[in-house]
């Protein structure tokens, strides 16, 4: 079974542009991904209406030529329209007791802007050391290669098996966020010790993530923190609060 994945990372990836773009660009999902995607968009409706409203556009920019290209922006932002007003007016006035089908209760789309939440990979360094290793540490970097080439679900699933390993609880809870599994990584990253060589950077992608989740009071008190702490996370942290409270007083 795949892990679910969230409004913030379908919008982030692109994931519903890349899905209706064609079959070239389909095929850059992995099998993975086409999986959780498809499970999230028949549960979510935000997300349903969104795809359908881009395959609705989709087929009206195919339908004509290249002379027609006004009249298809016009003909996209109709049948757009026309889709999500649609879906929507269904689901408000379907009959008492009527299936719900694609939607089902799921949390609003995220008002926080993408770029604030916006999350870069941690940095990986591979160190060659010398003489014997630990079982630890030899499964972390086989499973970091899973990491650096972005398959992150595999990451998460193979670092997460590796106990009493800072380095695998780091980069398996960065690793789960990578691959859009908000729920789980912000359990795993409230889980990393305050001693952990990488508890300041767990704390920073712990406000990221709850503004992935729409939730900007639970990241402000860690992005305060992080400024006090002085630490290397510090000025970032600063400036990102900053970011909030210049987009809440523009609300």
Known sequence: MTAPLDCFFVERED???????GDAAKASLSQEQLAAFEEHYFGCPVCFEKLQAAR?????????????????????????????????????????????SH????????TVP???AKID?????????????SPADARFRGAMKAYTAARYQDAAAQLSAISSHAPSQFFAAASQLMAGNTDAAIAA????????????????????AWLGRN???????????????????AAAAARLREQLKQWEAGR
């Open 15 to 21: 994931l519903i542009e890349r899905y209706v773009a």
């Open 215 to 233: 939730e900007p009071d639970k990241a402000k008190p860690i992005l305060d923190a992080l400024s006090a702490g002085g630490g290397d996370f």
């Open 56 to 100: 609705a556009a989709r087929e009206a920019m195919l339908t004509v030529g290249a002379s027609s290209r006004r009249t298809a922006w016009i003909g996209w932002a109709a049948a757009a329209m026309v889709v999500v007003t649609s879906a929507s007016a269904w689901y408000l006035l379907r009959p008492a007791g009527a299936p719900a």
């Open 103 to 110: 939607v089902t209760a799921k949390r609003p789309p995220a």
């Open 114 to 116: 993408l770029e604030l």
């Open 121 to 133: 990979p941690p940095r990986y360094d591979a160190v060659e050391l010398r003489g014997s290793e």
């Open 189 to 208: 990253l409230q889980a990393v010790p305050p001693e952990s060589p990488f508890a300041e950077e767990s704390k920073w992608l712990l406000a990221k």
